[in-house]
């Protein structure tokens, strides 16, 4: 499945140092578009989240570049969280937590998910 933000980055060519299109398209006016709700970093103010209507999350560095991002924290997927990174815990979803209440190792397995399914749960701070 394709998400909101998947489909603005597309666009951009999924080169996170584009802010436009190749027609001039700016990132923030299509995440307006789209209905995207604006938030700015508390630690840091170019650094604003954009969470789209399905639950999809673009962060931008304004005037710099953007990745998509996490629900919970203001780190960058492509780099992953930051080591001090504490705003950012997946809550699995109820049918990923039977299936890891249920397995033999349990930590294991939910770190396995939250790495390789992230969407079966959600980032929440
Ligand atoms: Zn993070």
Avoid: F, K, N
Wanted: glycine share 12%; charged share 25%.
């Amino acid at each position: 499945m394709t998400t909101t933000a998947q489909e603005i980055t597309a666009r951009l060519h999924d080169d996170g140092s584009r802010l436009a299109t190749d027609d001039g398209r700016h990132i923030e006016d299509m995440l307006a578009d789209a209905g995207a709700d604006r938030e700015t970093s508390p630690a840091e103010y170019d650094l604003i989240r954009y969470t789209l209507p399905d639950g999809s999350v673009l962060t931008v560095r304004a005037g710099a570049g953007w990745d998509l991002g996490y629900a919970g924290c203001w780190c960058w997927q492509g780099a992953g969280h930051d080591e001090e990174c504490a705003g950012g815990r997946w809550h699995p979803s109820a049918a990923a937590a039977a299936e890891i209440g249920a397995s033999e190792d349990p930590a294991a397995t939910a770190i396995a998910i939250c790495e390789t399914a992230p969407m079966r749960g959600g980032w929440r701070s």
